[in-house]
T-cell receptor, first 112, second 120 residues
Framework: TQLLEQSPQFLSIQEGENLTVYCNSS?????LQWYRQEPGEGPVLLVT?????EVKKLKRLTFQFGDARKDSSLHITAAQPGDTGLYLC????????????FGKGTLLTVNP | GAGVSQSPRYKVAKRGQDVALRCDPI?????LFWYQQALGQGPEFLTY????????KSGLPSDRFFAERPEGSVSTLKIQRTQQEDSAVYLC??????????????????FGPGTRLTVL
């Protein structure tokens, strides 16, 4: 069974601070996705990374896929209260396997 | 356009009762998934449909769980004789992936808001 460990589990910061959350596994994933989930809603896809070493930027969010495709990080610059939510990483093992393996998530609170 | 909708949004059941949870996917989406998200956890895969065919039910935790999608659109997840450990948010997701070729990273799954099931 492929497992994804996310850290930290909880993070509370002030508006304007920078932060990084991590997603690690002992398994290789063909792709890795980051989602944000707000209370009472389903996860919403932020980005998919595919290539080892890949870096993608989405406004103030920077996503990186590790060279060995076993880990990923999400960095947020100048966090805003609207960034508050549960950040989930999910791995896919490619081929015809459509099942996503999710981590437990990082619950981020950005205080004004 | 409308996203994935689920009903009811909240369901309280007494232990031993049967429940039925409904999912309306995005129109035209071939693939449909059900996930279970326990408190403080990430979603866990339950089952997958391609049109009306249930191609994978490996994640269903017991034979009390049953899912169907008879006309390849709306899907229902049924839980018989509910137990307290069934308490969770049940998420439905749909995707335009047509089941041909590899599942690629661009075949995004669109999630509904979930049904929060509480078993007393």
């Amino acid at each position: 069974t492929q497992l994804l460990e996310q850290s930290p589990q909880f993070l509370s910061i002030q508006e304007g601070e920078n932060l990084t959350v991590y997603c690690n596994s002992s398994s290789v994933f063909s792709s890795l996705q980051w989602y944000r989930q707000e209370p009472g809603e389903g996860p919403v896809l932020l980005v998919t990374v595919v290539t080892g070493g890949e870096v993608k930027k989405l406004k103030r969010l920077t996503f990186q896929f590790g060279d060995a495709r076993k880990d990923s990080s999400l960095h947020i610059t100048a966090a805003q209260p609207g960034d508050t939510g549960l950040y989930l990483c999910a791995g896919g093992d490619g081929g015809s396997n459509y099942k996503l393996t999710f981590g437990k998530g990082t619950l981020l609170t950005v205080n004004p | 356009g409308a996203g994935v909708s689920q009903s009811p949004r909240y369901k309280v059941a007494k232990r031993g009762q049967d429940v039925a949870l409904r999912c309306d996917p995005i129109s035209g989406h071939v693939s449909l998934f059900w996930y279970q998200q326990a408190l403080g956890q990430g979603p866990e895969f339950l089952t997958y449909f391609q049109n009306e065919a249930q191609l994978d039910k490996s994640g269903l935790p017991s034979d009390r769980f049953f899912a169907e999608r008879p006309e390849g659109s709306v899907s229902t997840l049924k839980i018989q004789r509910t137990q307290q450990e069934d308490s969770a948010v049940y998420l439905c997701a749909s995707s335009p992936w047509r089941g041909r070729g590899e599942w690629g990273p661009l075949n995004e799954q669109f999630f509904g808001p979930g049904t929060r099931l509480t078993v007393l």
